[in-house]
Every structure is written in structure tokens, then in C-alpha cells.
């Protein structure tokens, strides 16, 4: 069945009036369209885009943020059976004429100046597949020396109704390119069946009640497999979504939209486990004292929901004055009404998801890729164990292979890489699973617990393996360290690269009399080197000696995407960085 038809037809014959998505344009508050007239634009889209020539199979890209637009886009050249192919908006000139070039891509949607300049010296450099440029803003300068329409007037005489084209559960919906943190990009082929079956399994494994009442706010790039499968999984099966377009702006778009569920990455949690625990410790000490005693009364409640077993009423009582005190507030800041989260990206440490589980959020951590159709393996609602990654969905098989390579097959498997045979059968294995290039085991509980990234195991000069991603991840929790990136191969012990959080690092300048000057001449201060040396040498204390980092240094800045330093989902792109502050390293040795 067609991806689009799946999503659309059900819900404007359940409840045509009910709200589908919800946006916000500058200098207004926010709006929502209803399934009837969200669909209604979503087929004068396909028609437009019909009638430009697009047919079955063309390629039809989005370069644009997080919008109604965006989603409206992906839709309606779905339904036509076109394949939709995402560009991050971060991306520049170059990176988009790659994925352009190689996908084919015959029209395009841009969302602001930035991406219709690069569109427009895309075609004026080369011949490329380009035949028209679409934008969804009106703020956006068109040029006339290429043919450019603002959405509004491309879609404007079009018709308001349109046929599903059928497909099969093998025809191609997306191409998805990989952000390449190891090499050039790769087009994931993702099929309709691929997405749909996803989406049944994950219905089948929670087993969601009144989901369509739920209400999820897309804050992280659509662009990105995790983003745009979850948010066409909650229109899927009937809740709202609001597209939040600056990720800024999340803070106030919480309290504004109050979302019930959302997807997020690592960073996301740590910086708000790290900024509660902060505010806790700056507090009085029988602040103190409530705030212990109140994580402790919910870890208690949390173990006894995870092993479904009885909450007693004094349990409960005290359970209630702690959310009174000091969860609601927690919630508050976050929008209030919060309730589950899947997690995704990297991984989570245990102790943040403990806290996150004291406080009544289900952080659902999962495990999976752009291959695989984003998941993989989820915490269930019960039962699950912090510090792995939690169960297979229905349909998925995981097995450890060679070098405790995670392997898997099943529903979500992508189709290959689009016109790449060769990298495509070097990820199968000859019986037909996918290789993941990541490092695992299976615990006796059937959980699946990541090790790391086989590419990003260091092994020192003595020998000694480091999984940098865990120890990386124990410092980022820490609200004083923005970024990290840990060196070891081949030294004889390990270093690192850290970014400060330079909002705390600002305030602890300010309460230890320490003069700012600028970040450069900041992160050489020794006074603010021996803070971040003890704060360090703590995190650490319970590793072991080999894994410990011995040296470091403060970076003045933060890693950029615009500057290749990270992905667009905040990946850290280890070969770039290495290999830009080689100098750096080497003095640490």
C-alpha cells in the first residue's frame, strides 16, 4: 500500500475535522489544520506537482527546516509513488549538489534564502536534473533566471482531490542520504512496506492507549530518519504533530505547545538532567534534603511500575507530595504534560534515564539506523533494563556476528543504496543480514546492549581497547561539557577534546572572580583548567585506569555543522576533527 494513502485515507474517514498538525509563522501564534483540509492541500500539492511532470518513481527533494510545508511536500509526492529525498537545511552548496547529482532529483522544495541561493549556484554551475525550484516562504527573494514558484502560487489552480498511486511494500518512498561521519554520503533506499510495517510493529509492541489523542512536537531535522518515521508514525495512527521550525527555540515551544510525546537525542536529557541536579545543588541545604528525598520516593515508585509489581498507598502518598514539591516543576519547564519519549541517536547512560523514570517520563531508549528504518530494538513500557537498548520490535531479529558485529533483519531493512551495488552487498552477509558496524551483546533477558561504534574502537599502544562513545557520554552528562572527543588510538593513553558549556562556565567566572575576557584566552586560564581537571578526575573515578582521560584540552568554540566538525544530528565526525586539530593532539603527547 501506498505510505501516503495509509496515513491519510484512514484518518479523514475516521475524523475529518479532528486536528492533524499544528505550525507557527513569525509574528503569530500557532495554528492548526484539520485532516479534511490538511489533505486537501497535500492533493492540490500532488496535483501541482503532477502537472510540472512529475510521475511515479521521479525524484523530488526537500532543502528546507522543519515545517507544515515540509510535511505536506513529503506526502504528496509519496502519493504520486514520486520517492522524496530529504537535504538537511544546514547543508551547504556543495553537500546538497552531491545528493541533487546523485539522486536525480527533478523539482525541489526550499525553505529559506540560504537554500535557494545554493540551489541557484547548483544550476548555474552545473548541468544538473534540476527543472524547478519551489519556496515555501514569501520572505524568500526569487530570481527569474530559473524556473521558481512560491508554494502558495504553485499549488493555487490545482485541484483539492487526487488518486493514491498503488504500490507495493517493495516500491522505494525515500531516499534517505546517510550524513557520512565515515565517508561520502550513501542513498538509503526505504520502501513504503518498509515504513508501514514499522509503524504496525511499534503499535503492536506498546500497545498505546487513546494515542490519538497524543499531541508530538517535531523539534529534531525531519530530514533525519528519526524525526520524520516518528512524526509520520503519530500521524499514522491519528495524533497531531506541531513542526517546530528553529530548534532554539524548544525551551519556550515546550511551555507554548505542552507536547505528550516527542523524539529527542542524548543531548537533549543530559543537558536537562545536568541543569536540575545544578539548581539542586545550589539550593539550601534542606532543598537539598527534599530534593534527595524526593528523587529516592520516585525511584522507589519507578522500580515497582518497571517490575509491574504492587505500589503500596503510603508509597503512593509520598509519591504524590514528591511530584507536588519537585516533579511538577521539573514537568513544568518541559511543558507540563510530557509523558514519553523515545530516544535515539546515541547512546543514554542509566543514571539519566533512572532520573528521567523517577519523575514519571518514560525515556524510551532504541537502538537502530537510516537502514533499518530508524528502529531496531525500544525499552518496553515494563520490564526493560537501564543501560541497554532495550528489545527488538516485532518482525526484527537481532544476532551478534564476527567482532561481536550487531546484525539484523526483518521489516525495516532498507532496499540498498541507490545506484551503489557494491556498498550495498558489502552490509549484507551472504544469508542476508545486515551489518550495522556497530558492537554489541545480547544479555540473558534478550536486551541488546550497544558496546560501540566497531569504526570508533581505540586501541591503545599498549594494547588496551576504548569504547569512547560510554566514556564520552559519562562526561556530557556533566553540565559544564558541552561536547567531548576522546582520543587513544595508538597513544599510550587517552586524551581529549572538550568543548565547556560556556552558558555555566560564564557564570562560574563570574562567582569565582575569574575576568572574562574572551573564550580564547578563557580556556588557558589555569584557574578554569584545574576546575575542569578535578571535575574530570571525579567522573572518572570509577573506570579504569586505561580508559581515564589523562590530558586535555578546552576548545574555544563549539564543533559546527557548517564546518563539517558534526553531523546534523550532532554526531561528532571523528576523522574531520582529528584531523583539523592534529596539532592540538599531538601536544597533548
Known amino acids: 500500500m501506498n505510505l501516503a494513502e495509509a ?17 507557527k509563522k513569525k509574528k503569530e501564534g500557532w495554528k492548526e489544520l484539520s485532516w479534511k483540509k490538511f489533505s486537501e492541500i497535500i492533493f492540490k500539492t500532488a496535483n501541482a506537482l503532477k502537472e510540472a511532470g512529475i510521475k511515479e518513481n521521479d525524484k523530488v527533494s526537500i532543502y528546507s527546516d522543519n515545517s507544515s510545508e515540509w510535511m505536506i511536500f513529503d506526502l504528496a509526492a509519496m502519493s504520486l509513488g514520486a520517492v522524496t529525498v530529504p537535504i538537511y537545511s544546514t547543508n551547504n552548496a556543495e553537500q546538497a549538489e552531491y545528493i541533487i547529482k546523485d539522486s536525480g532529483a527533478k523539482i525541489i522544495l526550499v ?8 540551489c541557484l549556484e547548483i544550476v548555474k554551475k552545473n548541468k544538473c536534473s534540476l527543472e524547478t525550484i519551489i519556496v515555501s516562504k514569501k520572505a524568500v527573494w526569487i530570481k527569474k533566471e530559473f524556473s521558481s514558484f512560491y508554494l502558495e502560487d504553485f499549488i493555487a489552480k490545482s485541484a483539492a482531490e487526487a488518486e493514491f498511486c498503488p504500490k507495493e511494500n517493495d516500491d522505494v518512498a525515500t531516499l534517505i542520504y546517510t550524513s557520512g561521519t565515515t565517508g561520502t554520503p550513501k542513498g538509503v533506499m526505504l520502501t513504503h512496506g518498509n515504513f508501514i510495517k514499522a509503524f504496525d510493529a511499534h503499535f503492536k509492541f506498546f500497545k498505546f492507549k487513546n494515542f490519538e489523542e497524543e499531541l508530538s512536537l517535531a523539534f529534531l531535522p525531519l530530514s533525519h530518519v528519526f524525526e520524520r518515521s516518528w512524526s509520520l508514525l503519530c500521524l499514522y495512527g491519528g495524533a497531531r504533530v506541531y513542526f517546530l521550525e528553529d530548534p532554539k527555540n524548544i525551551a519556550n515551544t515546550l511551555e507554548e505547545v505542552k507536547p505528550t510525546m516527542m523524539c529527542a537525542v542524548p543531548r537533549f536529557f543530559q543537558k536537562i538532567y545536568a541543569g536540575v541536579l545544578e539548581k539542586a545543588e545550589e539550593g539550601s541545604s534542606l532543598k537539598k534534603k527534599i530534593f534527595g528525598w524526593a528523587v529516592k520516593t520516585g525511584w522507589e515508585t519507578a522500580e515497582l511500575k518497571r517490575n509491574e ?3 503500596s498507598l503510603s508509597l503512593q502518598i509520598k509519591q504524590n507530595i514528591a511530584e507536588a514539591l519537585v516533579f511538577s ?11 514519553f519519549l523515545p530516544c535515539g541517536g546515541a547512546s543514554l547512560s542509566p543514571e539519566v534515564t533512572r532520573f528521567f523514570e523517577s519523575v514519571g517520563i518514560h525515556v524510551t531508549v532504541g537502538y537502530g539506523l537510516t537502514e533499518t528504518t530508524a528502529t531496531l530494538t525500544l525499552f518496553p513500557f515494563t ?15 537481532i544476532r551478534i556476528g564476527d567482532q561481536d558485529e550487531i546484525q539484523a533483519r526483518g521489516n525495516g531493512i532498507m532496499k540498498g543504496y541507490y545506484n551503489n551495488p557494491e556498498d ?3 552490509v549484507f552477509t551472504e544469508d542476508g543480514w545486515f551489518k550495522t558496524g556497530d558492537a554489541g551483546k545480547i544479555d540473558e533477558k534478550g536486551n541488546l546492549i550497544i558496546t560501540d561504534r566497531l569504526k570508533d574502537l581505540m586501541k591503545t599502544s599498549n594494547g588496551k581497547y576504548i569504547a569512547p562513545q560510554q566514556i564520552e557520554n559519562l562526561l556530557t552528562n556533566n553540565n559544564f561539557i558541552q561536547q567531548i572527543v576522546m582520543i587513544a588510538e595508538g597513544r599510550q593513553f587517552a586524551s581529549a577534546l572538550i568543548v565547556p558549556n560556556f552558558e555555566f562556565l560564564k557564570e562560574y567566572l563570574a562567582k569565582n572572580n575569574i575576568p572574562f575576557t574572551n573564550w580564547e584566552e578563557v580556556v588557558k586560564n589555569k584557574e578554569v583548567n584545574d576546575f575542569y581537571k578535578n571535575k574530570i578526575k571525579e567522573l572518572q573515578e570509577h573506570l579504569s585506569d586505561f580508559e581515564k582521560v589523562k590530558k586535555f584540552t578546552l576548545m574555544p568554540a563549539e564543533f559546527e555543522i557548517n564546518t563539517g566538525e558534526i553531523t546534523p544530528t550532532l554526531k561528532v565526525k571523528r576523522n574531520v576533527v582529528l584531523k583539523k586539530y592534529a596539532e592540538i593532539i599531538d601536544q597533548m603527547y
Open 7 to 23: 496515513i491519510i485515507q484512514k484518518n479523514i474517514e475516521k475524523h475529518p475535522l479532528k486536528s492533524a498538525i499544528g505550525f
Open 111 to 118: 525553505g529559506d534564502q540560504a537554500q535557494y541561493d545554493a
Open 309 to 311: 509489581k504492587h505500589i
Open 329 to 339: 516543576k521539573i514537568k513544568n519547564r518541559m511543558g507540563g504534560r510530557l509523558w
Open 383 to 397: 520490564h526493560f533494563e537501564h543501560g541497554t537498548s532495550g528489545k527488538p520490535l516485532p518482525g526484527v531479529e
Open 424 to 426: 550495498t552487498q558489502k
